[in-house]
């Protein structure tokens, strides 16, 4: 089915929604974003973009620039609290593991989403979604209802769309909170992702910006939290307080933090259908994951690719959004269970930690590529061939 002159309509102006629309304006389709944002822009975060998602930014034309703006990581290091080494996985020879300030590549892709001719509209907030009629219809703010040919849900964990297509179902708590924070690189960091593993939390740090920042995600087990999305303000003093077990370098890092954001961590489960009568879920608002495989970004990536040219190659939307689904459904749901396998890990105490730790130092000293040789399925998948 040719897409040349349909008219597309996106909902979201994250990493999902700017790469779909290039794909569809590639292809020929007449795309409008919407973001609700006053300005397309992300603050104050890293996301890791492993080679799965670095090639469809190389199929879609932006790895040059992706990683100009991007740093390489060089390994997952796993530590304990004091900062000992529990296990090394040397990531060399694997593809691209691509560093990035959140900005940044929200500036890669809405650069690209431009340059392919995307009409990207900001300031607009969807108050309504209508999935009744022969159209799809948007109530959007400043330019009252717009319809299009097929909507695009791109609008994360609370997308009006997907309540649209399944209707409001709140999420559940996981027991988890996170705050996250950027500080000034103290000298040389390693080039690499380390995980700071203690009993019920974790540390993630990474370098960005050729070194010049260091990204800090901080993640505690908690019963208790109030609302989702990580726009909350933290308290740096706090910050330092949970995790002031944290020892070798993490405390030097948490002492430089003067702001961070503090959010809990809330589980949706994958959508059981991604798409109806007009319109169709990718990303968060389809499947949201919780961080612990750094795969969000990822998956809203292949998702992109993979509707794109379904659409493409379908003589129908129903049988080219019932293809996308069954193309992607079960490999998201396995990596949204292994992220969720991966909070567990990071977190345990007692005599099950040392028994994990201690098996874990025996495979660093013996055979580490054979721990990373478990996620060749994750890694080594091309959603572009």
């Not at 392919?116 to 108050?127: K, M, N």
């Amino acid at each position: 089915m040719t897409l040349i002159g349909r008219e597309i309509s996106v909902v979201g102006g994250g990493v999902a929604g700017l790469t779909v629309a290039r794909a569809l304006a590639l292809r020929g389709a007449a795309v409008t974003l919407y973001e609700q944002a006053p300005q397309i822009s992300e603050v104050g975060a890293g996301i890791q973009v492993s080679p799965n998602g670095g090639r469809v930014l190389e199929a879609l034309g932006l790895g040059p620039a992706f990683e100009a703006a991007s740093g390489e990581s060089g390994a997952v290091t796993l530590r304990d609290e004091t900062g000992a080494q529990v296990l090394r996985m040397d990531l060399a020879g694997r593809g691209r593991f691509g560093l990035v300030h959140r900005a940044d590549l929200i500036g890669v892709l809405e650069e690209g989403a431009r340059e392919a001719g995307v009409q990207i509209l900001t300031d607009r907030c969807v108050a309504s979604v209508d999935l009744t009629g022969a159209r799809p219809l948007l109530e959007v703010a400043q330019d009252g209802p717009v319809s299009a040919d097929l909507l695009i849900g791109a609008d994360g964990v609370q997308s009006r769309v997907r309540a649209a297509l399944l209707g409001e179902r709140p999420p559940e708590f996981t027991g988890h909170v996170a705050w996250r924070a950027l500080v000034p690189a103290p000298g040389e960091v390693p080039r690499e992702a380390q995980v700071f593993m203690a009993p019920g939390q974790h540390v993630v740090a990474y370098p960005l910006r050729n070194g010049a920042l260091l990204n800090l995600m901080a993640v505690e087990e908690r019963s208790d939290w109030v609302a989702e999305g990580w726009h909350h303000a933290g308290d740096p003093d706090e910050l330092r307080r949970r995790f002031s077990a944290m020892g070798g370098p993490v405390r030097e890092w948490l002492g430089q933090v003067t702001q961070c954001m503090f959010w809990g961590l809330f589980k949706h489960p994958v959508a059981e259908r991604w798409h109806g009568k007009g319109a169709v879920l990718l990303g968060d608002a389809a499947h949201p994951t919780l961080p612990f495989l750094a795969q969000g970004a990822c998956m809203a990536l292949e998702d992109a690719f993979v509707l794109a040219r379904a659409l493409a190659e379908h003589d129908t939307d129903a049988a080219a959004l019932a293809a996308y689904q069954s193309v992607r459904d079960a490999r998201v749901r396995r990596i949204v269970d292994a992220a969720t396998a991966n909070a567990k890990n990071y977190h345990l105490g007692g005599a099950k930690r040392r028994v994990a730790h201690a098996g874990l130092r025996v495979i660093d000293r013996t055979a580490p590529a054979r721990m990373l040789a478990r996620f060749d399925w994750l890694y080594g998948h091309d959603v572009t061939v």
